[in-house]
């Protein structure tokens, strides 16, 4: 795997400031890019939330001047795969959709009520950190397909988990019913309506709904 670095500046909506960086590690830039987009999704349009992207031999020419001594703000670890296969004898459809996501990406938060499901995801479970946990979540558009992630106290590892024809139709009908009782509209309406959206527009909806949830 390769290390790309992602640098800030002063633009108030970065996750970091000016004299930080991110380190991801991931076999493609494209899949570095993918990862941070998924941590910090853009608030402006569709831009990368941050100023500049370096491979590592980029960010060592300077690495030295502009950041000697300072440690990663942020490690991230973009491993793509499947760890194990579909086991028949192991049921994930014990779950419920607890939010909507990154609405730019229109991904769905999952939440599993079965240790034995996350099991599936993460076969370690039992051994991981008590300050680490798994999140699942289901992208909708353009492809429905699920991404979950082991998140550790000092970096994130993302996986894709390949749906069979079952668990897609299982997620598909909970996010329909999810939304029909949310946003009164179908899975399919939502993510027109999402579409005809500029990116600042959702990150206004999204503003407002943190003040409404704030204030209650």
Same mark, same amino acid.
């Given at each position: 795997?390769?290390?790309?670095?992602?640098?800030?500046?002063?633009?108030?909506? *970065?996750?970091?400031?000016?004299?930080?960086?991110?380190?991801? #590690?991931?076999?493609?830039?494209?899949?570095? @890019?993918?990862?941070?987009? @998924?941590?910090?999704?853009?608030?402006?349009?569709?831009?990368?939330?941050?100023?500049?992207?370096?491979?590592?031999?980029?960010?060592?020419?300077? %690495?030295?001047?502009?950041?000697?001594?300072?440690?990663?703000?942020? %490690?991230?670890?973009?491993?793509?795969? %499947?760890?194990?296969?579909?086991?028949?004898?192991?049921?994930?459809?014990?779950?419920?959709?607890?939010?909507?996501?990154?609405?730019?990406?229109?991904?769905?938060?999952?939440?599993?009520?079965?240790?034995?499901? *996350?099991?599936?995801?993460?076969?370690?479970?039992?051994?991981?950190?008590?300050?680490?946990?798994?999140?699942?979540?289901?992208?909708?558009?353009?492809?429905?397909?699920?991404?979950?992630?082991?998140? *550790?106290?000092?970096?994130?590892?993302?996986?894709? *988990?390949?749906?069979?024809?079952?668990?897609?139709?299982?997620?598909?009908?909970?996010?329909?019913?999810?939304?029909?009782?949310?946003?009164?509209? #179908?899975?399919?309406?939502?993510?027109?309506?999402?579409?005809?959206? #500029? #990116?600042?527009?959702?990150?206004? %909806?999204?503003?407002?709904?943190?003040?409404?949830?704030?204030?209650?």
């Amino acid at each position: 795997m390769n290390n790309y670095y992602f640098t800030f500046g002063t633009n108030e909506h *970065y996750p970091y400031g000016i004299n930080d960086y991110v380190e991801i #590690s991931a076999n493609t830039e494209a899949e570095a @890019r993918d990862m941070f987009n @998924r941590v910090h999704p853009p608030v402006v349009c569709d831009f990368l939330n941050c100023a500049f992207v370096y491979s590592e031999k980029e960010f060592n020419s300077f %690495r030295d001047k502009y950041y000697k001594g300072v440690l990663p703000a942020e %490690r991230l670890v973009a491993t793509q795969g %499947r760890l194990v296969d579909y086991k028949d004898n192991i049921d994930i459809s014990d779950c419920d959709i607890n939010d909507i996501g990154d609405e730019l990406s229109l991904d769905f938060g999952i939440e599993m009520w079965n240790d034995e499901a *996350y099991k599936v995801l993460y076969p370690d479970l039992d051994n991981l950190p008590d300050d680490a946990w798994v999140n699942f979540y289901i992208e909708a558009h353009p492809d429905f397909k699920a991404i979950f992630f082991v998140d *550790y106290a000092d970096h994130i590892e993302q996986y894709d *988990y390949l749906l069979n024809d079952s668990e897609t139709e299982m997620f598909k009908d909970k996010i329909n019913e999810y939304l029909l009782a949310k946003e009164d509209k #179908s899975l399919d309406e939502f993510i027109k309506d999402v579409e005809k959206m #500029s #990116s600042d527009e959702i990150f206004e %909806r999204n503003f407002e709904e943190d003040d409404i949830e704030l204030e209650e």
